[in-house]
């Protein structure tokens, strides 16, 4: 997998964001805890604000790994549909304010052969469109930091941009709407 340098620079704005977020946390906490050692907390309270000021930094930094995902590559082996009725008004719901979201899963085989499943597409009726974007066999690309799954199809002649999510032409080598450069695997013929 090749990924060109205007999506490396996406993602490593995104991970810089994270791990700014994640020193600012916990600098705020060390400069709590100094405030805290000067007052004269009495009773037990204040281990307990010791703890929380302790593991609000070390959630954040679990949270970092979660979202630090590897990028990974493989083949859509399968695809499963949700349909769910909701509203737009969650509190007095009535008929003219149901809508139904679908949403799409795609099983994804890896290159070490493990299998992913990810939400490919979430969205309401009208947007259901997207549907005919992903097909078995389809390669899937993510790269770590993007918010979309690049998607080369096969039958269609498309591409799916993984920053911005938009539909291109397979041929293209840049997006059209954000215009990032798409990641090709070393497989790839265009």
Known sequence: MIIPKDVRKHTLKYVVKV???????????????????????IGNYRYILY????????????????????????????????????????????KE????RYTMYGYIELKNRDVKVVKLFSGRMKDSEHFDDYEIG????????????????????SILCGVCGAKNEKANDVCKNCGSHFVRSNTETR
């Not at 805890?33 to 000067?38: H, K, S, V």
């Not at 389809?138 to 002649?157: A, L, P, R, W």
């Open 19 to 41: 791990i700014l977020l994640c020193v600012i946390s916990l600098s705020v906490s060390i400069f709590v805890c100094c405030c805290l050692n000067r007052a004269q907390f």
């Open 138 to 157: 389809d390669e899937v690309i993510h790269i770590m930091g993007t918010k979309y799954y690049q998607v080369i199809s096969e039958n269609n002649n």
């Open 51 to 94: 703890f929380v000021i302790i593991a609000l930094p070390v959630s954040l930094i679990v949270i970092f790994k979660i979202l630090m995902q590897c990028s990974w590559q493989g083949k859509i082996i399968h695809l499963e549909f949700e349909n769910i009725v909701e509203s737009e008004q969650p509190f007095n719901p009535v």
């Open 97 to 100: 304010s149901l809508y139904n």
